[in-house]
Antibody, heavy 126, light 110 residues
C-alpha cells in the first residue's frame, strides 16, 4: 500500500529556506502513474498546491509561488523534496505531501491527489 | 486570475441530500477540468472522495457521488450521516499544468 511521510524542521526563521522531504513507501517513486505533490494549509485556512513533480524531473509550480518554490526527486532514496525560500510568517502552515495520480492512458490534467501524508506543521518565527 | 469557488458553508439534516458545488470565477466547469473532491475533518489530512468528475475513490461510501451540474462541478451526498460533517474541497485542472483548490465548504449535519 502506497504511503507517504513528511519530515523536516518544524521551525524556520524568517528569510530563510524551508526544506521538507517526503518518503514514499509501498511503491516506486518512478512509477509512471504517479506525479508527486506538495500542498499546504495555513492554520484555519484552505488548501494550496505548491507544485507537482514527475520522477523524470518535470515540474509544475503554482504561479503565485513559482519564484520561491523548488521541487526535486531522488529516485535512489524513493523520496521527493520541497524547498521554499525567503519565508515569512505567512508561510506558517501544515505541509502535506501527496501522490498526484493519473491512471495510465488518461489525459494530461486528469490527476488527483492520493494518498496524502499525515502533514507536518512548519512555523516561521524568529 | 481565475478563482475556484465553493460555498463557504452548508448545512444538511441527517438523512438528507446536499449538493456542494465547485465553480470558476470566469467560465464554466466541464469534464476537461477533471474535478476531484476531498473531505477533511479537523486535525486530519484530507481524504480523497471523487476524481475524474465522478469516480469514487476506493472505500468511499456510495452515498457520495460527483457530476457536472449546469456550469459547475457537484458533490452530492445522499442520505447524509453525522460523520459527514467535515470540510470539503474541490480541485480543478485549469490547463498548462495548473491545478487549483477551491476555498472549501464547511458542511454541518444537524
Amino acid at each position: 500500500q502506497l504511503q507517504l511521510q513528511e519530515s523536516g524542521p518544524g521551525l524556520v526563521k524568517p528569510s530563510e529556506t524551508l526544506s521538507l522531504t517526503c518518503t514514499v513507501t509501498g511503491d516506486s517513486i518512478s512509477s509512471d502513474s504517479n506525479f508527486w505533490a506538495w500542498i499546504r494549509q495555513p492554520p484555519g485556512k484552505g488548501l494550496e498546491l505548491l507544485g507537482t513533480i514527475f520522477h523524470t524531473g518535470v515540474t509544475y509550480y503554482n504561479p503565485s509561488l513559482k519564484s520561491r518554490v523548488t521541487l526535486s526527486v531522488d529516485t535512489s532514496k524513493n523520496h521527493f523534496s520541497l524547498w521554499l525560500s525567503y519565508v515569512t510568517a505567512a508561510d506558517t502552515a501544515v505541509y502535506y505531501c501527496a501522490g498526484h495520480q493519473r491512471a495510465v492512458g488518461r489525459a494530461a490534467g486528469d490527476n488527483w491527489f492520493d494518498p496524502w501524508g499525515q502533514g507536518t506543521l512548519v512555523t516561521v518565527s524568529s | 486570475q481565475t478563482v475556484v469557488t465553493q460555498e463557504p458553508s452548508f448545512s444538511v439534516s441527517p438523512g438528507g441530500t446536499v449538493t456542494l458545488t465547485c465553480g470558476l470565477s470566469s467560465g464554466s466547469v466541464s469534464t476537461p477540468h477533471y474535478p476531484s473532491w476531498y473531505q477533511q475533518t479537523p486535525g486530519q489530512a484530507p481524504r480523497t472522495l471523487i476524481y475524474s468528475t465522478n469516480t469514487r475513490s476506493s472505500g468511499v461510501p456510495d452515498r457520495f457521488s460527483g457530476s457536472i451540474l449546469g456550469n459547475k462541478a457537484a458533490l452530492i451526498i445522499t442520505g447524509a450521516q453525522a460523520e459527514d460533517e467535515s470540510d470539503y474541497y474541490c480541485v480543478l485542472y485549469l490547463g498548462s499544468g495548473i491545478w487549483m483548490f477551491g476555498g472549501g465548504t464547511k458542511l454541518t449535519v444537524l
